[in-house]
């Protein structure tokens, strides 16, 4: 199956200073990578995702990258804000769509 | 609306109690999923229903027992749980099983159940 690892586990930065969490995968297979933001006490909550025909997307200060070949993808906050601070998890789907494989988390900190 | 309803909230319940977990969603999607999670791990896949017939359980103890009545509803029939249940039970929708291009997978708040 899906292996999904995903770093690092904890990061911190002053507001203003970008961010990147950055994932693996092993499936070539997988063609569907969202991430999801977890505020303390909430639900996990889709904040971008990217399919295996696109590069890159890009939405406001978040954009994720795909590089197919080395089987990885990441998550780039800019300008980030204290309201940015959550737990970030990657995951990756494949053909049947229904199996999320997810990251093992990442706990940003931005400190203002 | 990408709402995914979960009741209740919070559940204490001991070892011997029988309880049920609800999820609802209005959004007409065909895929209803159960997860478990953990305090800063990730959620972990319990059960997938498809057009309301079970398509995946990871192996799931039989004291999670699951049931999608109709495409909007979703339970999580529980009885003889353990301390170590104790977790955040979310549920999830995405429109269409098993087509890539539609499986945004939408998240419940969840339910925070106590094992006591």
């Known amino acids: 199956g899906e292996n999904v690892e995903q770093h690092p586990s904890t990061l911190s930065v002053q507001e203003g200073d970008s961010a990147v969490i950055k994932c693996t995968y092993s499936d070539s297979a997988s063609n569907y990578f969202p991430w999801y933001k977890q505020e303390l006490g909430k639900r996990p909550q889709l904040i971008i995702d990217i399919r295996s025909n696109v590069g890159e997307k890009k939405d406001q200060r978040i954009a994720v990258t795909l590089n197919k070949t080395a089987k990885h993808f990441s998550l780039h906050i800019t300008e980030t804000q204290p309201e940015d601070s959550a737990v970030y998890f990657c995951?990756?789907?494949?053909?049947?769509?229904?199996?999320?494989?997810f990251g093992t988390g990442t706990s940003l900190t931005v400190i203002p | 609306d990408t709402e995914v309803t979960q009741t209740p909230k919070h559940l204490v319940m001991g070892m011997t109690n029988k309880k049920s977990l609800k999820c609802e969603q209005h959004?007409?999607?065909?895929?209803m999923y159960w997860y478990k999670q953990k305090a800063k791990k990730p959620p972990e896949l319990m059960f997938v229903?498809?057009?309301?017939?079970?398509?995946i359980n990871e192996s799931v103890p039989s004291r999670f027992s699951p049931e999608c009545p109709n495409s909007s509803l979703l339970n999580l029939h529980l009885h003889a749980l353990q301390p170590e249940d104790s977790a955040l039970y979310l549920c999830?929708?995405?429109?269409?099983?098993?087509?890539?291009?539609?499986?945004?997978?939408?998240f419940g708040a969840g339910t925070r159940l106590s094992v006591l």
């Open positions: 999830a929708s995405s429109q269409a099983p098993s087509l890539p291009a539609k499986n945004i997978q939408y």
């Open positions: 229903y498809s057009y309301e017939k079970l398509s």
């Open positions: 995951a990756a789907s494949g053909i049947t769509g229904n199996q999320f494989y």
């Open positions: 959004m007409g999607h065909r895929a």
